[in-house]
């Protein structure tokens, strides 16, 4: 706890200089601050708490109820569209579940909540930023380019033939950070994973191989979430006469 306590003087550093230089943001900081500790403290708690549990129902209510949150606030990036939150969810429950599916058939991690949670909240985690960088970049796709989906439908197009170039590029956008981070990986940083076992003093060579299993993860929960939204991305535009909807709310449902 002296080492945390210690650790705000960092903190005070950043919130020095930004009012020195009057940036305005000193508040926002202090603000993010003291949120990050109640959040992080109070995870680790409940965490701890179905740690103790050891049963599996419960590690599956607690990534529930991160997927819940994550779908939250995805739909924050696209406020304008009708599903948003549906879309995010099921999006997300799907990537999360077809991988944990696949490590546990493959016998890479068990049920044992020391694997589940900490991998299903990255997971999640990375799934939320993708997700949540699709609907964004579709929103407004469908807003510039909507003369040229009407003109796809008079021309006889379905809805999700109408949207698939947006959709596609959507996707191309969703997965461009993690693109970019398996480039430049133990090049430019080093990521999350690999550097909580060498402080907790693992061999770099095993950190290195855990690493690699942890990026081959995100990449295959993240793929499938974005690919998955992009397919069910059509219904949040389109009402069931197939006329193009930008607000909310859709008429003739």
Known sequence: MSRLIASTALIGIAIAIIE?????????LLIGTFRTFVQLMAVGYVIQFVF?????????????????????????????????FTIAFF????GVTCTVGVMLALKI???????????????????????SLGLDRISSEVKDKRGE????????ASPRRA??????????????????????I???HLPGAMT?????????????????IVMYMLAASTTITVLVSSFFIHRAFFNKAWQLQLQGKRGNE
């Open 109 to 131: 991690i068990d049920t044992s909540p020391t694997y589940l949670i900490p991998l299903g909240g990255m997971m999640i985690g990375n799934s939320m930023n993708a997700v």
């Open 186 to 188: 133990g090049l430019v």
């Open 149 to 156: 989906i009407e003109t796809a439908l008079s021309l006889g």
């Open 91 to 94: 999006s997300i429950l799907a």
């Open 196 to 212: 909580g076992m060498l402080l907790a003093g693992a061999s770099p060579v095993e950190a290195a191989k855990i690493q690699l």
């Open 52 to 84: 103790d549990l050891e049963r599996l129902q419960y590690q599956v209510l607690l990534l529930l109820a991160m997927v819940v949150v994550a779908s939250f606030t995805a739909r924050g990036r696209a406020k304008s569209m009708h599903g948003a």
């Open 163 to 184: 949207i698939e170039p947006l959709a596609r590029r959507s996707v191309r956008a969703s997965l461009l950070p993690l693109m970019n981070t398996m480039k430049v």
């Open 20 to 28: 020195i230089r009057r940036l305005g943001v000193g508040k926002e």
